[in-house]
Protein backbone atom coordinates (compact mmCIF):
# COMPACT_ATOMS: atom_id res chain seq x y z
CA UNK A 1 0.00 0.00 0.00
CA UNK A 2 1.34 3.93 -0.42
CA UNK A 3 0.77 5.99 1.82
CA UNK A 4 2.46 9.51 2.02
CA UNK A 5 4.35 8.30 -0.98
CA UNK A 6 6.04 5.78 0.58
CA UNK A 7 5.38 2.11 -0.02
CA UNK A 8 5.26 0.12 2.98
CA UNK A 9 5.66 -3.81 3.40
CA UNK A 10 5.04 -5.82 6.43
CA UNK A 11 7.22 -8.91 7.47
CA UNK A 12 7.35 -11.15 10.70
CA UNK A 13 10.23 -13.16 11.05
CA UNK A 14 9.07 -16.36 12.25
CA UNK A 15 10.09 -19.86 12.09
CA UNK A 16 8.63 -21.88 9.65
CA UNK A 17 9.12 -25.56 8.42
CA UNK A 18 9.45 -25.85 4.42
CA UNK A 19 10.33 -28.98 2.29
CA UNK A 20 13.54 -27.73 0.66
CA UNK A 21 14.89 -31.10 0.00
CA UNK A 22 12.05 -33.74 -1.97
CA UNK A 23 9.62 -35.58 1.31
CA UNK A 24 12.28 -33.84 3.76
CA UNK A 25 10.61 -31.15 6.60
CA UNK A 26 13.75 -28.53 7.33
CA UNK A 27 13.17 -26.20 10.35
CA UNK A 28 13.85 -22.61 9.17
CA UNK A 29 14.00 -19.29 10.18
CA UNK A 30 12.26 -17.23 7.75
CA UNK A 31 10.75 -13.67 6.54
CA UNK A 32 6.88 -14.31 6.17
CA UNK A 33 7.12 -17.91 6.10
CA UNK A 34 9.50 -18.01 2.41
CA UNK A 35 13.07 -18.97 2.02
CA UNK A 36 14.30 -16.80 0.54
CA UNK A 37 12.21 -13.73 2.31
CA UNK A 38 9.58 -11.94 -0.12
CA UNK A 39 11.59 -9.59 -2.62
CA UNK A 40 10.59 -6.02 -2.25
CA UNK A 41 9.89 -4.23 -5.66
CA UNK A 42 10.80 -0.83 -5.00
CA UNK A 43 10.85 2.31 -7.61
CA UNK A 44 13.71 5.20 -7.49
CA UNK A 45 13.44 7.66 -5.24
CA UNK A 46 10.22 6.47 -3.65
CA UNK A 47 10.23 5.46 -0.09
CA UNK A 48 10.15 2.14 0.99
CA UNK A 49 9.20 1.42 4.86
CA UNK A 50 9.38 -2.14 6.17
CA UNK A 51 7.60 -3.03 9.23
CA UNK A 52 9.71 -6.31 10.83
CA UNK A 53 8.20 -8.36 13.37
CA UNK A 54 10.59 -10.35 15.28
CA UNK A 55 9.09 -13.60 16.48
CA UNK A 56 12.15 -15.73 16.59
CA UNK A 57 13.78 -16.91 19.61
CA UNK A 58 16.71 -14.19 19.15
CA UNK A 59 17.30 -10.48 18.61
CA UNK A 60 17.56 -10.07 15.31
CA UNK A 61 18.24 -6.65 12.99
CA UNK A 62 17.67 -5.58 9.51
CA UNK A 63 20.51 -4.49 6.62
CA UNK A 64 19.26 -3.76 3.21
CA UNK A 65 22.96 -4.82 1.44
CA UNK A 66 23.67 -1.84 -1.06
CA UNK A 67 21.62 0.61 0.28
CA UNK A 68 22.01 3.83 0.08
CA UNK A 69 20.22 4.35 3.90
CA UNK A 70 20.31 6.91 6.72
CA UNK A 71 21.86 5.21 9.61
CA UNK A 72 18.89 4.23 11.38
CA UNK A 73 17.82 1.92 9.40
CA UNK A 74 21.06 0.31 7.92
CA UNK A 75 21.06 -2.04 10.12
CA UNK A 76 23.59 -1.74 12.56
CA UNK A 77 24.78 -4.80 14.51
CA UNK A 78 23.98 -3.65 18.20
CA UNK A 79 20.74 -2.16 17.09
CA UNK A 80 18.63 -4.82 17.49
CA UNK A 81 15.04 -6.22 17.66
CA UNK A 82 14.31 -7.86 20.85
CA UNK A 83 11.91 -10.97 21.02
CA UNK A 84 9.27 -10.83 23.21
CA UNK A 85 10.55 -12.09 26.57
CA UNK A 86 14.18 -11.86 25.66
CA UNK A 87 16.36 -11.63 29.27
CA UNK A 88 19.74 -9.65 29.06
CA UNK A 89 21.66 -11.58 29.19
CA UNK A 90 20.33 -14.51 27.72
CA UNK A 91 21.91 -17.69 29.66
CA UNK A 92 23.52 -20.05 26.68
CA UNK A 93 23.80 -17.24 24.19
CA UNK A 94 27.54 -17.10 23.39
CA UNK A 95 28.88 -15.38 20.09
CA UNK A 96 31.56 -15.44 18.30
CA UNK A 97 33.51 -12.52 20.69
CA UNK A 98 32.69 -15.13 23.18
CA UNK A 99 30.87 -12.85 25.11
CA UNK A 100 27.04 -12.94 26.16
CA UNK A 101 25.52 -10.21 24.28
CA UNK A 102 28.03 -7.71 23.47
CA UNK A 103 25.84 -6.01 21.87
CA UNK A 104 24.32 -4.73 24.63
CA UNK A 105 27.30 -2.80 26.00
CA UNK A 106 27.20 -0.42 23.04
CA UNK A 107 25.48 3.09 24.05
CA UNK A 108 24.60 4.44 20.80
CA UNK A 109 22.37 0.86 19.71
CA UNK A 110 19.17 1.98 19.66
CA UNK A 111 17.16 -1.35 21.14
CA UNK A 112 13.86 -2.17 20.35
CA UNK A 113 11.15 -4.94 21.61
CA UNK A 114 9.37 -6.93 18.52
CA UNK A 115 9.15 -4.53 16.09
CA UNK A 116 10.92 -1.44 13.92
CA UNK A 117 10.51 0.24 10.77
CA UNK A 118 13.19 0.40 8.52
CA UNK A 119 13.07 3.37 5.98
CA UNK A 120 14.68 3.28 2.98
CA UNK A 121 14.41 6.48 0.67
CA UNK A 122 15.95 4.49 -2.50
CA UNK A 123 17.67 7.87 -3.61
CA UNK A 124 19.59 5.64 -5.84
CA UNK A 125 20.44 3.99 -8.80
CA UNK A 126 18.36 0.79 -10.05
CA UNK A 127 19.94 -2.16 -8.44
CA UNK A 128 19.32 -5.63 -7.16
CA UNK A 129 19.87 -5.46 -3.29
CA UNK A 130 19.40 -7.80 -1.08
CA UNK A 131 18.64 -7.81 2.77
CA UNK A 132 19.53 -9.87 5.49
CA UNK A 133 20.45 -10.27 9.41
CA UNK A 134 22.74 -8.11 10.62
CA UNK A 135 23.06 -8.97 14.61
CA UNK A 136 26.30 -8.63 15.71
CA UNK A 137 28.62 -12.01 16.77
CA UNK A 138 25.64 -14.34 14.82
CA UNK A 139 25.02 -13.29 11.16
CA UNK A 140 26.21 -16.39 9.84
CA UNK A 141 24.14 -18.63 11.50
CA UNK A 142 21.35 -16.40 11.17
CA UNK A 143 21.91 -16.10 6.92
CA UNK A 144 22.67 -19.68 7.29
CA UNK A 145 19.06 -20.61 8.88
CA UNK A 146 17.33 -18.47 6.11
CA UNK A 147 17.21 -14.72 6.89
CA UNK A 148 18.01 -13.11 3.51
CA UNK A 149 15.75 -11.80 1.04
CA UNK A 150 15.88 -9.87 -2.33
CA UNK A 151 14.99 -5.90 -3.28
CA UNK A 152 14.83 -4.68 -6.60
CA UNK A 153 15.17 -1.11 -7.55
CA UNK A 154 13.64 -0.04 -11.10
CA UNK A 155 12.76 3.11 -12.97
CA UNK A 156 11.79 4.27 -16.53
CA UNK A 157 15.06 4.62 -18.08
CA UNK A 158 16.12 1.16 -17.22
CA UNK A 159 12.53 -0.64 -18.44
CA UNK A 160 13.17 1.74 -21.59
CA UNK A 161 16.27 -0.13 -22.50
CA UNK A 162 14.16 -3.35 -23.91
CA UNK A 163 16.75 -5.82 -22.06
CA UNK A 164 14.63 -9.10 -21.69
CA UNK A 165 11.50 -8.27 -18.88
CA UNK A 166 8.97 -10.21 -17.68
CA UNK A 167 8.81 -14.09 -16.89
CA UNK A 168 12.50 -13.21 -19.04
CA UNK A 169 14.36 -11.34 -16.08
CA UNK A 170 14.76 -14.10 -13.38
CA UNK A 171 16.53 -12.89 -9.86
CA UNK A 172 18.87 -16.32 -9.38
CA UNK A 173 20.36 -16.18 -5.57
CA UNK A 174 22.68 -19.09 -5.09
CA UNK A 175 23.46 -20.41 -1.61
CA UNK A 176 24.80 -23.75 -0.88
CA UNK A 177 23.67 -25.71 2.32
CA UNK A 178 24.18 -28.89 4.91
CA UNK A 179 21.61 -30.90 6.15
CA UNK A 180 21.79 -33.32 8.81
CA UNK A 181 20.98 -36.87 8.55
CA UNK A 182 16.74 -35.39 10.24
CA UNK A 183 16.48 -32.77 7.34
CA UNK A 184 18.06 -29.99 9.78
CA UNK A 185 20.27 -27.71 8.51
CA UNK A 186 23.61 -28.71 9.65
CA UNK A 187 25.93 -25.61 10.86
CA UNK A 188 28.41 -25.57 11.08
CA UNK A 189 28.82 -28.22 8.95
CA UNK A 190 30.99 -30.77 10.52
CA UNK A 191 32.26 -32.96 7.23
CA UNK A 192 36.07 -32.17 6.96
CA UNK A 193 35.84 -32.30 3.43
CA UNK A 194 33.97 -29.18 3.18
CA UNK A 195 36.43 -26.89 4.25
CA UNK A 196 37.88 -23.89 2.54
CA UNK A 197 41.14 -24.45 3.59
CA UNK A 198 43.25 -27.91 4.67
CA UNK A 199 44.99 -27.60 7.78
CA UNK A 200 41.70 -25.27 9.23
CA UNK A 201 40.21 -26.88 12.50
CA UNK A 202 38.23 -24.84 13.94
CA UNK A 203 34.80 -25.15 12.65
CA UNK A 204 34.46 -22.04 11.48
CA UNK A 205 37.51 -20.02 10.78
CA UNK A 206 37.42 -20.73 7.24
CA UNK A 207 33.52 -20.33 6.51
CA UNK A 208 30.89 -22.93 6.80
CA UNK A 209 30.44 -24.37 3.76
CA UNK A 210 27.74 -26.75 2.29
CA UNK A 211 27.29 -30.12 0.07
CA UNK A 212 23.71 -28.86 -1.32
CA UNK A 213 23.42 -25.72 -3.55
CA UNK A 214 20.15 -23.95 -3.77
CA UNK A 215 18.52 -21.06 -6.13
CA UNK A 216 16.03 -19.34 -5.03
CA UNK A 217 15.31 -22.02 -2.24
CA UNK A 218 15.42 -24.82 -4.25
CA UNK A 219 17.72 -27.74 -4.92
CA UNK A 220 19.73 -27.60 -7.86
CA UNK A 221 16.70 -26.16 -10.09
CA UNK A 222 15.63 -27.15 -13.99
CA UNK A 223 14.09 -23.87 -15.01
CA UNK A 224 11.79 -23.97 -18.39
CA UNK A 225 12.90 -20.93 -20.65
CA UNK A 226 11.62 -20.18 -24.22
CA UNK A 227 14.79 -20.22 -27.20
CA UNK A 228 15.22 -16.20 -26.32
CA UNK A 229 17.53 -14.03 -24.33
CA UNK A 230 17.08 -14.04 -20.84
CA UNK A 231 18.07 -11.35 -18.10
CA UNK A 232 19.97 -13.76 -15.35
CA UNK A 233 20.34 -11.53 -11.83
CA UNK A 234 22.68 -13.30 -9.83
CA UNK A 235 23.54 -12.95 -6.36
CA UNK A 236 25.83 -14.86 -4.00
CA UNK A 237 23.98 -15.79 -0.57
CA UNK A 238 26.20 -18.04 0.69
CA UNK A 239 28.17 -17.52 4.06
CA UNK A 240 31.27 -18.34 2.78
CA UNK A 241 31.42 -20.25 -0.78
CA UNK A 242 32.74 -18.56 -4.39
CA UNK A 243 31.55 -20.03 -7.24
CA UNK A 244 32.95 -19.42 -11.17
CA UNK A 245 29.91 -19.06 -13.43
CA UNK A 246 29.49 -21.01 -16.70
CA UNK A 247 26.66 -21.70 -18.71
CA UNK A 248 27.11 -24.74 -20.72
CA UNK A 249 24.87 -26.47 -23.66
CA UNK A 250 24.24 -30.14 -23.88
CA UNK A 251 27.22 -30.62 -25.96
CA UNK A 252 29.97 -28.92 -24.15
CA UNK A 253 29.85 -25.10 -25.68
CA UNK A 254 29.94 -22.31 -23.48
CA UNK A 255 27.44 -19.48 -23.67
CA UNK A 256 28.58 -16.08 -23.69
CA UNK A 257 27.36 -14.39 -20.43
CA UNK A 258 26.85 -10.75 -21.54
CA UNK A 259 27.43 -8.66 -18.05
CA UNK A 260 24.90 -6.14 -18.01
CA UNK A 261 25.34 -4.61 -14.42
CA UNK A 262 27.07 -4.94 -11.14
CA UNK A 263 25.93 -4.94 -7.53
CA UNK A 264 25.03 -1.15 -7.89
CA UNK A 265 23.36 -0.88 -11.37
CA UNK A 266 23.91 -0.92 -15.08
CA UNK A 267 27.47 -1.33 -16.83
CA UNK A 268 28.12 1.85 -18.82
CA UNK A 269 28.35 -1.14 -21.90
CA UNK A 270 28.08 -4.44 -22.06
CA UNK A 271 30.96 -6.33 -21.43
CA UNK A 272 30.96 -10.21 -22.64
CA UNK A 273 32.16 -13.05 -20.14
CA UNK A 274 32.86 -16.99 -20.97
CA UNK A 275 32.87 -17.10 -17.06
CA UNK A 276 32.17 -15.30 -13.93
CA UNK A 277 33.52 -15.40 -10.95
CA UNK A 278 30.75 -14.06 -7.71
CA UNK A 279 32.33 -13.95 -4.48
CA UNK A 280 29.60 -13.80 -1.28
CA UNK A 281 27.18 -10.89 -1.41
CA UNK A 282 28.23 -9.68 -5.10
CA UNK A 283 25.67 -9.46 -7.97
CA UNK A 284 26.32 -10.17 -11.64
CA UNK A 285 23.30 -8.84 -13.86
CA UNK A 286 23.44 -11.03 -16.91
CA UNK A 287 22.07 -11.90 -20.47
CA UNK A 288 22.04 -14.99 -21.66
CA UNK A 289 21.05 -15.90 -25.74
CA UNK A 290 18.79 -19.39 -25.70
CA UNK A 291 17.99 -18.91 -28.95
CA UNK A 292 20.75 -20.77 -30.89
CA UNK A 293 20.22 -24.11 -28.49
CA UNK A 294 18.26 -26.83 -29.40
CA UNK A 295 14.54 -26.87 -28.37
CA UNK A 296 14.55 -30.25 -25.58
CA UNK A 297 18.05 -29.79 -24.23
CA UNK A 298 19.50 -27.85 -21.35
CA UNK A 299 21.76 -25.88 -20.51
CA UNK A 300 24.16 -26.08 -17.07
CA UNK A 301 24.94 -23.41 -14.63
CA UNK A 302 28.04 -25.36 -13.46
CA UNK A 303 30.15 -23.63 -10.80
CA UNK A 304 34.27 -24.12 -12.33
CA UNK A 305 35.37 -23.98 -8.44
CA UNK A 306 33.21 -26.74 -6.98
CA UNK A 307 33.36 -30.42 -7.40
CA UNK A 308 30.69 -33.58 -7.33
CA UNK A 309 27.54 -32.45 -5.44
CA UNK A 310 29.17 -28.38 -5.69
CA UNK A 311 29.97 -28.56 -9.48
CA UNK A 312 26.36 -27.86 -10.79
CA UNK A 313 23.83 -25.10 -9.79
CA UNK A 314 20.79 -24.97 -11.79
CA UNK A 315 20.27 -26.10 -15.35
CA UNK A 316 17.42 -24.31 -17.76
CA UNK A 317 15.19 -26.70 -20.68
CA UNK A 318 14.91 -25.06 -23.62
CA UNK A 319 11.15 -26.03 -24.05
CA UNK A 320 10.03 -24.20 -27.15
CA UNK A 321 10.63 -21.70 -30.12
CA UNK A 322 9.30 -18.24 -29.55
CA UNK A 323 9.49 -14.44 -30.83
CA UNK A 324 11.81 -12.76 -28.79
CA UNK A 325 11.88 -8.64 -29.32
CA UNK A 326 14.41 -7.64 -26.37
CA UNK A 327 17.75 -6.33 -26.78
CA UNK A 328 21.31 -5.56 -25.58
CA UNK A 329 21.62 -1.73 -26.30
CA UNK A 330 25.27 -1.28 -26.85
CA UNK A 331 25.26 1.60 -24.21
CA UNK A 332 23.41 0.65 -20.72
CA UNK A 333 23.74 3.88 -18.65
CA UNK A 334 25.65 6.77 -18.93
CA UNK A 335 24.90 8.23 -14.85
CA UNK A 336 27.89 6.26 -13.47
CA UNK A 337 30.08 8.48 -10.82
CA UNK A 338 33.92 9.51 -12.68
CA UNK A 339 35.68 10.09 -9.67
CA UNK A 340 39.93 10.10 -10.27
CA UNK A 341 42.65 9.32 -8.16
CA UNK A 342 43.22 13.26 -8.35
CA UNK A 343 39.83 14.03 -6.41
CA UNK A 344 40.86 11.81 -3.32
CA UNK A 345 40.59 13.35 -0.08
CA UNK A 346 42.65 10.90 1.44
CA UNK A 347 44.41 7.64 0.75
CA UNK A 348 44.09 4.84 3.39
CA UNK A 349 45.37 1.34 3.63
CA UNK A 350 43.70 -1.38 5.44
CA UNK A 351 44.28 -5.39 6.07
CA UNK A 352 42.56 -7.89 6.40
CA UNK A 353 44.16 -10.88 7.83
CA UNK A 354 44.02 -13.77 10.86
CA UNK A 355 45.05 -13.02 14.00
CA UNK A 356 44.33 -13.20 17.63
CA UNK A 357 41.22 -12.60 19.13
CA UNK A 358 40.11 -13.11 22.78
CA UNK A 359 42.49 -15.53 23.11
CA UNK A 360 41.43 -17.55 19.91
CA UNK A 361 42.02 -17.22 16.59
CA UNK A 362 39.62 -14.35 14.82
CA UNK A 363 39.75 -12.10 11.39
CA UNK A 364 40.63 -8.63 11.96
CA UNK A 365 41.43 -5.45 10.18
CA UNK A 366 43.83 -3.93 10.71
CA UNK A 367 45.29 -5.55 13.39
CA UNK A 368 41.74 -5.10 15.39
CA UNK A 369 38.46 -7.14 15.86
CA UNK A 370 35.29 -5.21 15.54
CA UNK A 371 34.44 -3.47 18.18
CA UNK A 372 31.02 -1.22 18.05
CA UNK A 373 32.46 1.58 20.82
CA UNK A 374 35.14 2.39 18.63
CA UNK A 375 35.73 4.64 15.30
CA UNK A 376 37.99 3.25 13.09
CA UNK A 377 37.86 5.76 10.41
CA UNK A 378 36.46 8.95 10.33
CA UNK A 379 35.88 10.55 6.55
CA UNK A 380 34.07 14.30 5.74
CA UNK A 381 30.83 14.14 3.94
CA UNK A 382 31.14 14.02 0.55
CA UNK A 383 34.93 13.28 0.50
CA UNK A 384 36.24 10.74 -1.88
CA UNK A 385 38.92 8.28 -0.84
CA UNK A 386 41.03 5.88 -2.64
CA UNK A 387 40.69 2.67 -0.32
CA UNK A 388 44.22 0.29 -0.44
CA UNK A 389 43.08 -3.06 0.38
CA UNK A 390 45.08 -6.15 1.41
CA UNK A 391 44.19 -9.47 2.44
CA UNK A 392 45.99 -12.77 3.68
CA UNK A 393 43.11 -15.42 2.05
CA UNK A 394 39.90 -14.70 -0.03
CA UNK A 395 38.07 -11.70 1.78
CA UNK A 396 34.87 -10.82 -0.02
CA UNK A 397 35.30 -6.87 1.73
CA UNK A 398 31.89 -5.26 1.33
CA UNK A 399 31.31 -1.46 1.84
CA UNK A 400 27.98 0.46 3.02
CA UNK A 401 25.92 3.22 1.93
CA UNK A 402 28.62 3.88 -0.64
CA UNK A 403 29.46 2.36 -3.76
CA UNK A 404 32.90 2.13 -5.49
CA UNK A 405 34.79 1.73 -8.36
CA UNK A 406 37.66 -0.92 -9.01
CA UNK A 407 40.83 1.38 -9.44
CA UNK A 408 43.48 -1.65 -9.62
CA UNK A 409 44.37 -4.84 -8.80
CA UNK A 410 47.97 -6.14 -7.68
CA UNK A 411 48.92 -2.99 -9.24
CA UNK A 412 47.39 -3.85 -12.55
CA UNK A 413 44.18 -2.62 -14.10
CA UNK A 414 41.00 -4.18 -12.47
CA UNK A 415 39.93 -7.32 -13.67
CA UNK A 416 36.92 -7.42 -17.00
CA UNK A 417 34.35 -8.86 -13.90
CA UNK A 418 35.30 -5.79 -11.66
CA UNK A 419 33.65 -3.28 -14.49
CA UNK A 420 30.44 -0.70 -12.99
CA UNK A 421 29.95 -0.10 -9.22
CA UNK A 422 30.45 -2.56 -7.00
CA UNK A 423 29.64 -2.90 -3.10
CA UNK A 424 31.35 -5.53 -2.53
CA UNK A 425 35.07 -6.35 -4.12
CA UNK A 426 36.62 -10.10 -3.89
CA UNK A 427 40.37 -10.20 -2.68
CA UNK A 428 42.19 -12.70 -3.58
CA UNK A 429 45.04 -14.58 -1.29
CA UNK A 430 48.10 -12.08 -1.24
CA UNK A 431 46.13 -9.80 -2.83
CA UNK A 432 46.10 -5.71 -2.76
CA UNK A 433 43.59 -3.57 -4.83
CA UNK A 434 42.04 -0.21 -4.53
CA UNK A 435 39.25 0.85 -5.04
CA UNK A 436 37.47 4.73 -5.17
CA UNK A 437 34.36 5.90 -3.33
CA UNK A 438 32.60 8.80 -2.14
CA UNK A 439 30.87 9.39 0.86
CA UNK A 440 27.94 11.20 0.11
CA UNK A 441 24.22 10.50 1.44
CA UNK A 442 23.89 10.60 5.09
CA UNK A 443 26.12 11.72 8.38
CA UNK A 444 26.62 8.95 10.95
CA UNK A 445 27.56 5.59 11.60
CA UNK A 446 28.52 3.26 9.29
CA UNK A 447 30.17 -0.39 8.61
CA UNK A 448 32.72 -2.14 5.99
CA UNK A 449 33.51 -6.01 6.73
CA UNK A 450 34.26 -9.08 4.73
CA UNK A 451 31.28 -10.56 3.44
CA UNK A 452 32.59 -13.98 4.38
CA UNK A 453 30.05 -14.28 7.13
CA UNK A 454 32.02 -15.94 9.35
CA UNK A 455 34.77 -13.87 8.90
CA UNK A 456 32.44 -11.09 9.66
CA UNK A 457 31.27 -12.99 12.86
CA UNK A 458 34.89 -13.34 14.16
CA UNK A 459 35.86 -9.90 14.19
CA UNK A 460 36.35 -8.25 10.79
CA UNK A 461 34.25 -5.86 10.46
CA UNK A 462 34.78 -1.66 11.49
CA UNK A 463 33.09 1.63 11.70
CA UNK A 464 32.88 4.38 9.56
CA UNK A 465 32.08 7.75 10.70
CA UNK A 466 30.65 9.80 8.18
CA UNK A 467 31.06 13.29 9.46
CU1 LIG B 1 25.44 -7.74 3.26
CU2 LIG B 1 26.99 -5.40 6.15
O1 LIG B 1 26.19 -6.63 4.73
CU1 LIG C 1 25.68 -3.97 3.29
CU1 LIG D 1 37.14 -12.72 5.06
Not at 131 to 155: E, K, S, V
Not at 179 to 193: E, K, Q, S
Not at 334 to 360: E, H, I, K, Q, Y
Request: with cysteine; aromatic share 8%; charged share 20%.
Amino acid sequence: STVDGADRYEITQRETVLEILPGVKTPLWTYNGTFPGPTIEARRDRPVIVTHHNELPVPTVVHLHGGRTPPESDGYPTDLVLPDGWQDPMPGMHGMHGMQMPAMSDPRAVVTRQTRDYTFPMAQRPAMLWYHDHRMDFTAPAIWRGLAGLHIIRDDAEESLGLPAGPRELPLAIMDRAFDDHGNLAYPALDPTLREQPGVHEPYLAGVLGDVILVNGAPWPVHEVDAARYRLRFLNTSNARHYELEAVTYDGRRLDLVQIGADQGLLAAPVTHQSLPMAPAERYDVVADFSGVPVGSLVTIVNRLGSGRTHDVMAFRVARRAADDSRVPTVLSNDLPSWNRSDAARVRDFSFRAGRMNGGHGWLIGGQPFNPTRTDVTVGLGDVEVWRLIADVQHPVHLHLAGFRVLSRGGKPPLPHDAGLKDTISLQPGESAEIITCFDGYRGRYLFHCHNAEHEDMGMMANIEIV
